[in-house]
C-alpha cells in the first residue's frame, strides 16, 4: 500500500520526504498520478498539486530548512481541495467496498469507518472545515473521500500539521500545557488505560515534559508553534513514527503463502507422527476385537442371532474402552512417563486427557450397540414371554451372576447416561457445574461392580488397570502426612479483583518440577473440595506460590474469604526523598500457624508438557492471561540458574559468570510472549519479569562480545486496542505518549520493563518466520482458549515446529 511505501521512503531525521523516490512509488503501486507523456499534437495536462510536489526534487547538497507553518497549512488546504483522479476515485471504491461518494454517514459510522474514537473524530472533522457535519450529525461520503485520500497520501509534514491541530482545538496557531492535558484527558479515559488517577497525571506530566522542556533557568515552555513542535518531533524518532498512523486504516489481510493440500497433510503428519500411530494402532485393535467377536460367535458358536452378535460386539468393545479409560488416567503413571525421555518421544502421553474423552466416547456408542442388540433380540425372540419380563427380569438367563444382566444393565444405562451428560463441555463450564461433574464421576466405582456381576469376562480386562488406579491412591494418602501434603499458608497476596495468590510453605519431602500441578484443599474455607492448580514457584524456592483467578465456585469463595480479611486501616510509609508521607493499602495477609486459615493440603505433583522445557534448545512459551503461570516457573528456575553461576571478585567486586557452567544446558533461549486484555494483568508477574531483565543485563555486561547470548526475549501483547501495523488512526495518541514515555523514561508505560507492551494481536506470521531463521529447532508451549491455540498450531504445523499445549477442562 501507499503508506507502507512513503514510509520505507521516509527519512526521519530530515525536514521532509525525499520526494524525488515517490513517482517510483506511485508507478509501482499503479495509481498513475503522474502524467503521460503526451502524443504528438496534443496540450499536456495540467499538474495536480501532488504531481507538482513529486517532480520536485532535493539537492543532496542543500538541507531544507524546518517547514514554515503558514506553507504547511496552504500545501494541507489545497491538497484537500484538489479533484480526486479517477485511479483514486476506483482505489476507494474497492476500499470502501462500493461507491460512497452519494450517501452520508452519521458520526458514529464515521468513527467506524476511521476507526477513531469519538473525542479524535471530532477534531478531525474540525480540522477539515467540517464542524457542521459533526453538529448536523451527518457526514457526506464526498467529505469522506477527501478525508480518506489526504490522510493516505499526506507527506510527514502534513501529518505533523494534522497531529498539532488535532491538540489546537481552539485555532489560535499554537498548542499549550492545558491543550495537551485537557486532549489527553477525554482520549485516554476512553480506553481506561490508567484506573489510578495519579498514574494517569504522572503519564501525562512527562510526556508534557518531552514537548515542553524547561529551559536554562528551569522554567518550563508553556506554548508551542508548530515549527517548534515539528522540531522536537524529528528530534525523537520514536517519537516521529507514530505520524505514520495518520492514514486510512489497513484492511489488508495477512498474506499466506500458498499451501496445497497436500502440504499441509504432509506437514501435519509430521509433526503428530506419534499421535497419528497410536489412534491408528487404537483403530485396528478395535477391528480387531469386532472381527474376534465375529469369529467366535458365528463360526464357533453356532445359533446366534445377528442381534446377539451385535450385542456381544458392544459388550467386549465396553470391556476394552473402560480398562484403557482408566489407564488414561493414571496420574502417577503419566508423570513418570514425561520424565522418561525416549518413553514420551514416542507415546503421545501429553494427550491423555484427549484420548480420555475419546475412549468415553466410544464406550458410550459401544452401549448403545450392546444394548440395542439386546432389545432387538428380545423384541423378535419371546419364546412364549413378553418383551418387558425379558427385559427388566432373570426370566432371559444371562449374566455372571444370578443372571442379573437384563437388571444391572438398566442400573448400568441409568448410571452412564448421568455421567456422560455431566461431563459434557457445555455442563462442566458452566458456572456451579464443576463439583458436579467431579462428583459424578466417582459413579465409575459403581459401574465397575456393576459391570464384574453383570459380565463374566469383564474382571479379566479391568483388573491389572483397577489395581493400578488403587496403587496410585494409596500412594496418594501421603497427603495426610507432614512431611509431603500436610503444610500451612504462609501469606496471601490480593494482587486485584480477579486474582490472588498463595504462598505456601513447601514440606519437606515435596519435590516437583518446572510446570508441574497440585491439588491444593483449604479445609477452613471447604473441608472436601480439592482444586488444581499449577505452581507458579520454582524447584529450587522452598515455598510454593499459587496464582488464582476468581471465576465461580471455590475460586470466587477463597478470593471473597481472604479478601474481606484486608487490613481496613491504612499503614503509613514514610517517603524520605520530600519528607511526605503516603498512605497505602496493604495486599498482604500472613499468618500464624496456628490459625484455621492456615492449614493446607496438597496433592501431588502432577506433571504437564511444560515438565520438559529444559530439554528443548530454543522455546517459545505463549500464554494467555492467566494461563501463562506454567511458564513463570521455568521463568524462575531460569533465574536462579544464572544467579548461581554469578561471581563476584573479592577485591574490585566486579561480577562474572561461570561459562563452563551454562554452556552444558540444553536450553539456549526462550522467547516468552504473554497476552492479555487487560493492562493491568502484566502486573502480576511484573517484579519477576523485572529481576529477570537485570539479571540478564548483568550477565551481558559481564560477558565478552564472543559470549554474549540472550536467554530470554519478552514480547507483551495488549488486545484492549488494535494493532499500531494496521495504520490505526484511533491509536495515534496513544502511542505518541507511549513512546515519548519510553525516550523520557527509557521503561514501559505499563509495566515500567525495559520491553515495551506492544498494542493488538501478535503477528504470528512473522513472529514464526523469525524464529525458523533464528534457531535450528523450535518447540512451541501454548496455554490458553481453543481459539487461539488453532491458530498457533496451524503456523507450528507449516514451519515444522512442535506443539504442545496444557489440556482443555
Not at 513512546?739 to 523514561?745: G, I, K, L, P
Request: charged fraction near 20%; hydrophobic fraction near 40%.
Amino acid at each position: 500500500m501507499l503508506k507502507s511505501d512513503l514510509v520505507n521512503n521516509t527519512n526521519s531525521n530530515s525536514d521532509e520526504i525525499n520526494y524525488t523516490s515517490l513517482p517510483t512509488v506511485l508507478s509501482r503501486l499503479k495509481l498513475s498520478i503522474l502524467p503521460q507523456k503526451p502524443s504528438t499534437g496534443f496540450q499536456p495536462k495540467p499538474l495536480s498539486l501532488l504531481e507538482r510536489i513529486s517532480r520536485k526534487t532535493i539537492r543532496p547538497s542543500v538541507r531544507s530548512v524546518i517547514p514554515n507553518g503558514i506553507t504547511i497549512r496552504q500545501q494541507f488546504h489545497d491538497l484537500l481541495n484538489e479533484p480526486i483522479s479517477t485511479q483514486h476515485q476506483r482505489h476507494f471504491r474497492k476500499y470502501f467496498a462500493g461507491d460512497i461518494s452519494t450517501k452520508t454517514f452519521t458520526i458514529d459510522e464515521f468513527d467506524r469507518l476511521f476507526q477513531v474514537t469519538s473525542v479524535l473524530s471530532k477534531r478531525i472533522l474540525i480540522i477539515f472545515n467540517l464542524k457542521q457535519a459533526y453538529d448536523n450529525n451527518s457526514v457526506s461520503g464526498a467529505d469522506v473521500i477527501r478525508i480518506a485520500r489526504l490522510l493516505w497520501v499526506s507527506p510527514m509534514s502534513i501529518k505533523a500539521f494534522i497531529l498539532f491541530k488535532l491538540f489546537d482545538g481552539h485555532d489560535k496557531e499554537t498548542i499549550s500545557i492545558d491543550d495537551i492535558r485537557s486532549f489527553y484527558e477525554y482520549y485516554l479515559s476512553e480506553f481506561k488505560f490508567f484506573k489510578d488517577e495519579n498514574r494517569f497525571n504522572e503519564v501525562v506530566e512527562i510526556f508534557l515534559q518531552g514537548f515542553f522542556p524547561s529551559n536554562n533557568e528551569n522554567q518550563q515552555r508553556q506554548e508551542l508553534n508548530f515549527d517548534q513542535f515539528y522540531q522536537i518531533l524529528q528530534q525523537n524518532p520514536s517519537v516521529f513514527k507514530s505520524l505514520y498512523l495518520i492514514s486510512i486504516p489497513d484492511q489488508d489481510k495477512e498474506d499466506d503463502e500458498e499451501i496445497n493440500y497436500f502440504q499441509r497433510w504432509r506437514m501435519y503428519i509430521k509433526n503428530n507422527a506419534n499421535r497419528i500411530a497410536f489412534l491408528i494402532l487404537y483403530i485396528l485393535s478395535l477391528i480387531a476385537l469386532i472381527i474376534y467377536v465375529i469369529i467366535d460367535r458365528v463360526v464357533i458358536i453356532p445359533n446366534q442371532s445377528v442381534w446377539q452378535v451385535f450385542a456381544r460386539i458392544g459388550g467386549i468393545l465396553i470391556d476394552y474402552n473402560y480398562a484403557l479409560a482408566i489407564i488414561l488416567m493414571l496420574k502417577q503413571t503419566m508423570t513418570i512417563i514425561r520424565r522418561l525421555y525416549y518413553f514420551r518421544l514416542f507415546i503421545p502421553v501429553d494427550d491423555h486427557i484427549d484420548a480420555h474423552r475419546l475412549v468415553g466416547t466410544v464406550l458410550f456408542v459401544s452401549a448403545i450397540v450392546h444394548s440395542l442388540g439386546y432389545v432387538i433380540h428380545f423384541a423378535t425372540h419371546l419364546d412364549g414371554h413378553s418383551w418387558f419380563v425379558l427385559m427388566f427380569t432373570t426370566t432371559a438367563e444371562l449374566g455372571w451372576v444370578h443372571y442379573s444382566a437384563p437388571i444391572t444393565g438398566v442400573i448400568l444405562w441409568l448410571l452412564l447416561i448421568v455421567m456422560i451428560i455431566c461431563s459434557l463441555q457445555c455442563i462442566r463450564q458452566r458456572s456451579g457445574c464443576y463439583q458436579l461433574f467431579r462428583y459424578t464421576h466417582y459413579l465409575f466405582w459403581p459401574i465397575f461392580i456393576l459391570l464384574v456381576i453383570h459380565a463374566q469376562n469383564f474382571w479379566k480386562w479391568a483388573i491389572g488397570p483397577m489395581t493400578l488406579f488403587c496403587l496410585e491412591k494409596v500412594y496418594l494418602l501421603k497427603r495426610h502426612l507432614p512431611q509431603y501434603g500436610r503444610t500451612r499458608l504462609i501469606s496471601v497476596r490480593i494482587e486485584d479483583d480477579h486474582v490472588l495468590s498463595l504462598i505456601i510453605e513447601r514440606p519437606v519431602n515435596f519435590n516437583f518440577h518446572v510446570g508441574e500441578y497440585i491439588n491444593i484443599c483449604l479445609p477452613n474455607i471447604s473441608q472436601n473440595e480439592w482444586h488444581p492448580f499449577t505452581i507458579c514457584s520454582g524447584p529450587e524456592q522452598d515455598i510454593l506460590r499459587l496464582t488464582i483467578m476468581k471465576k465461580q465456585n471455590w475460586t470466587k469463595k477463597i478470593y471473597q474469604h481472604f479478601s474481606s480479611q484486608l487490613p481496613k486501616t491504612t499503614n503509613e510509609i514514610l517517603v524520605t526523598e520530600n519528607s511526605t508521607t503516603l498512605s497505602l493499602l496493604s495486599n498482604d495477609i500472613t499468618f500464624t500457624a496456628n490459625q484455621k486459615d492456615a492449614v493446607a493440603c496438597i496433592e501431588g505433583p502432577f506433571s504437564t508438557c511444560t515438565s520438559y522445557i529444559f530439554d528443548c534448545e530454543h522455546v517459545v512459551l505463549i500464554g494467555g492471561g492467566i494461563g501463562v503461570t506454567p511458564y513463570i516457573s521455568a521463568l524462575e528456575s531460569l533465574i536462579y540458574q544464572l544467579r548461581q553461576q554469578r561471581c563476584t571478585c573479592f577485591q574490585c567486586g566486579a561480577v562474572n559468570y561461570t561459562q563452563s557452567a551454562l554452556r552444558p544446558r540444553k536450553l539456549k533461549k526462550v522467547d516468552f510472549i504473554w497476552i492479555n486484555r487487560d493492562i493491568d494483568n502484566f502486573l502480576w508477574f511484573q517484579k519477576l519479569l523485572e529481576e529477570f531483565e537485570a539479571e540478564q543485563e548483568a550477565y551481558l555486561t559481564a560477558t565478552s562480545r564472543e559470549q554474549q547470548a540472550r536467554y530470554l526475549d519478552i514480547h507483551i501483547y495488549c488486545t484492549l486496542i488494535r494493532s499500531n501495523e494496521q495504520a490505526m488512526l484511533g491509536n495515534l495518541p496513544y502511542d505518541l505518549v507511549a513512546n515519548m514515555y519510553e525516550v523520557m523514561q527509557h521503561q514501559d508505560i505499563h509495566t515500567n520493563l525495559k520491553t515495551r507492551t506492544h498494542v493488538g494481536r501478535p503477528p504470528w506470521k512473522l513472529l514464526f518466520a523469525k524464529f525458523k531463521a533464528e534457531h535450528r529447532t523450535t518447540n512451541v508451549f501454548f496455554t490458553g482458549n481453543r481459539i487461539m491455540a488453532n491458530e498457533i498450531k496451524q503456523r507450528c504445523d507449516e514451519h515444522g515446529f512442535p506443539f504442545q499445549h496444557e489440556p482443555y477442562f
